[in-house]
């Protein structure tokens, strides 16, 4: 920047004009070249800095040292170049004149933008997310508890009596030393999400409908169909006058809806502590339609092992033993009754998308995660 500012000799209307008109444009020019935060600085400085800034110039040299009848004159002056110059002085930027700028610094908006993958859902969470939304519609809400779980509610409010045997098929890890503490009190990654009932039972009174979908682990080493983690849905449903037909038509229900109106059910006894009577649920081939074989040539049908059924889910009505460690908050188990299920979302999962490798879905392969985006 060479401008420096004139003492006037000549105060009148045409010099006057001649020097703000100067003193503007060499202020444009200075505007336009300035090229980042520091030169900006520079600029705001060198024109209205106090103390030594044009403006502080221009009042000293051009006003204060007017002859007293060319004041009026140079005042009118001034004050045009004092706005002017606070105009551009408030306007400049970096990168000053879009016209004088280098062209290394123009921000080119026809370049593509930075893509960022927004991922998409993980199959298992899928399928979790759509079974959900089919008892969401039948009026259930979603509850949920925590993975580390007192040796409590994994089991002994599920009616699994300390030294019970049934604990056995449902061995876990437990954390290391806690043989200070009463056995109730111990914590374990629990093996299903059926402590939730109990947990949501003390906390809601009835009636209530929940499914709770979640995180549970088992001392099972890893191949194709077990998994040491693997995924649960799990259903209550507490009222006065439940009944198994309840239990059936909703899950019936359910399973049409989730895998199609053709799918069939079938009920056969089994045994939970928790359930009083048990059942597993199957749900009709609906790969095979229940034929136990496959295409022309009738090759025999994998999902079901030709038997035409698969087994989805476990369930019962609630044991009034249960009943009795939340009789306080309402379950009183000559009054209420209910409905409990619980699933494999994995399992459900391999079925519906095909998959013959359990594994595949923990080992967080994108090549095989993308192929569900
Ligand atoms: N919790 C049982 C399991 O993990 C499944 C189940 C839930 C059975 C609810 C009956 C009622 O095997």
């Not at 299903?192 to 009932?197: A, D, K, R």
């Not at 449903?237 to 059910?265: P, Q, Y």
């Amino acid at each position: 920047m060479s401008y420096t500012v004139p003492k006037l000799t000549n105060y009148s209307a045409a010099a006057l004009e001649n020097a703000a008109a100067k003193c503007i444009r060499a202020c444009a020019d200075d505007a336009a070249a300035v090229r980042n935060e520091a030169e900006l600085k520079a600029f705001r400085d060198r024109w209205i800095g106090r103390k030594n800034g044009v403006l502080t110039q221009i009042n000293d040299l051009w006003l204060k040292g007017a002859p007293k009848d060319a004041k009026r004159e140079a005042g009118i002056r001034v004050n045009e170049v004092k706005a002017r110059i606070q105009e551009l002085v408030e306007g400049a930027r970096v990168g000053g004149d879009e016209s004088v700028s280098a062209p290394a610094e123009r921000v080119d908006i026809s370049l593509p933008g930075v893509r960022r993958p927004i991922g998409a859902e993980h199959p298992v969470i899928k399928t979790t997310n759509e079974m959900v939304r089919v008892f969401q519609k039948l009026g259930y809400s979603v509850a949920d508890g925590p993975v580390v779980e007192t040796d409590y509610y994994n089991f002994e409010a599920l009616n699994f009596p300390p030294n019970h045997p049934a604990r056995d098929t449902q061995d876990t890890l437990f954390i290391a030393g806690q043989q200070a503490k009463p056995q109730r009190e111990r914590l374990l990654l629990r093996t299903h999400t059926s402590p939730v009932q109990i947990r949501t039972m003390e906390k809601m009174r009835p009636p209530i409908r929940i499914v709770i979908p979640g995180t549970v682990h088992r001392n099972d080493p890893p191949d194709a169909s077990h998994s040491p983690m693997f995924h649960q849905i799990e259903g209550l449903a507490v009222d006065t006058n439940i009944t198994f037909g309840d239990l059936k038509g909703t899950l019936d229900h359910a399973m049409k809806e989730f895998f199609g109106s053709s799918v069939k059910t079938s009920f056969r006894p089994s045994f939970f502590p928790f359930t009083e009577p048990s059942a597993e649920m199957f749900v009709s081939c609906f790969i095979c339609g229940g034929s136990g074989k496959r295409g022309t040539d009738n090759a025999p049908c994998r999902p079901c092992k030709q038997t035409g059924w698969i087994e989805i889910l476990g369930c019962g009505m609630v044991d009034p033993n249960v009943f009795e460690f939340v009789k306080d908050n309402g379950y009183d188990p000559r009054k209420v009754s209910g409905f409990a299920f619980g699933m494999g979302a994995d399992r459900i999962a391999l079925l519906k998308y095909g998959v013959d490798d359990l594994q595949l879905f923990f080992n967080g392969d994108v090549r095989f995660l993308q192929q569900f985006a």
